[in-house]
């Protein structure tokens, strides 16, 4: 499984000028074979080291580490009750919620790390918890319990020259209407109370933000929604680092991502929420809410294109594509996914077009490794023993799902042979070819 990125507010996506090619669907089945290379860190070595030599005295910090890794793992790999429910879980969320509330991110992100190659099952339990637990946080107010929860709306904008900060959000009605719609087009409950920030969201300072950051942000939105005497949100405040200069002509086509950023809170009896127990009924409200959302998001991209820009319709130039409201680490891992295959694709059809190559007589060679601690798909376009293109892709997330993802969307350049790899050498040669799973 993968590590998620440990936030440092380095950037995560550079805006890209005319990419074209579209995003892929997603396949279905997993991806055999999968080269099982990783790099051991210092750190790694370290944590290793201690957690096997009996004579090592660990010191407060480490020993909470490998306890929450333990745990997480012994967690994962019992059987869920009728409820769902795991023996341990409880423990493990409270351990979970201390760190938070205590802003620990170092024994978080590290007991991820530790279980990495370690425990699949528990590297993901883990990380889903964590997860969860920043961007859906329980309060209570007075006899009442509450939740209330961080969500995101990545979307993708292709403009001329870029997106300019300072025009984004200064009309301030449009930009209540937007916050409005929300509930208006049932995308969250008419009973609950939901807020956007004013402010749009570079994916840098998506990536800057940490799992205490997240948390703590959620607190100030329950403070801000729930106490009239409140005048400041610390957190949210810190989230809005500014986005970093673009070197972009007036005239360059340029596709940005940017992410939307919202609070909402509920009563936890709030039917509208309550998903079926049912799978076929679940589905069908999971596909419900998505329609409500592809409705919105068509109805209001003129209000969107005002919010941008000042302007809408065709006076914007400013083309939207949004992608789906989603709690945030799940909203931040679908629109870096699909920027960064965009990105891609764009590298290669690029590389592909200045060979000149027949897409028939091309073949392309995937590789999954690791690079500086983050897992890396690697694609490379080859015909006739020769390199045409080569592209990479950070993964956040099931890297066998997203293998399949990247050869469906390199699929659509005409190329219809694959083939797996352990890498690349220097010289672009290929490392250990084999067949790609059919």
Partial sequence: MNKPTRPQGKPQAKPQAKPNAKAAAKPQGPAKDKPK?????????????????????????????LQLAALAAAVAAGEPDAAGRRVGQDELERMIRKCLRQ????????????????????????????????DVVLMRRGDKEMEINAFLIPFLART????????????GDAFDTLRASLQEAGLESAKARVVLVHHLYHPDEIGAL??????????????????????????????MRGWPANGF??????????FLLGFALKDLDDPFYAIPQDEAAADAYFEQRAGRFRAWAERHT?????????????????????????????GKQTGNAEYGMLQMMSELEHGLAQSGASTADTAAIFAVADEDGETVLQVQLRAAGK????????????????????????????????RLADGFAADGSVLRERDFPA
């Fill in 302 to 330: 003129p209000l969107m294109q005002r919010c941008l820009t000042g302007q809408s319709g065709e006076a914007a130039q400013c083309e939207l594509h949004f992608m789906y409201q989603d709690l945030f680490h799940g």
């Fill in 210 to 239: 940490t799992y205490s950051d997240v948390e703590a942000m959620n607190r100030d939105a329950f403070a801000s929604l729930t106490d009239k005497k409140v005048m400041s949100v610390p957190a949210i405040e810190r989230s």
């Fill in 37 to 65: 290379t990783h790099v051991a860190t210092d750190a790694s070595r370290r944590r290793q080291h201690n957690a096997h030599a009996a004579s090592q005295v660990l010191d407060e910090g480490e020993e909470q580490v």
């Fill in 387 to 418: 390199a045409l293109a080569q592209s990479s892709l950070v993964l956040d997330g099931d890297p066998h799902a997203q293998l399949l993802d990247a050869a469906d969307a390199v699929g659509t350049l005409g190329v219809a042979q694959f």
């Fill in 249 to 258: 002509a007036a005239d360059d086509e340029v596709l940005e991502l940017r």
């Fill in 160 to 171: 001329r020259g870029g997106l300019q900060a300072e025009r984004v959000f200064a009309d």
């Fill in 103 to 134: 802003r620990d991110d170092e024994t978080l992100y590290e007991a991820l790390e530790h279980l990495r190659f370690e425990d699949s099952r528990g590297h993901a339990l883990l990380r889903a918890v964590v997860e969860e637990s920043a």
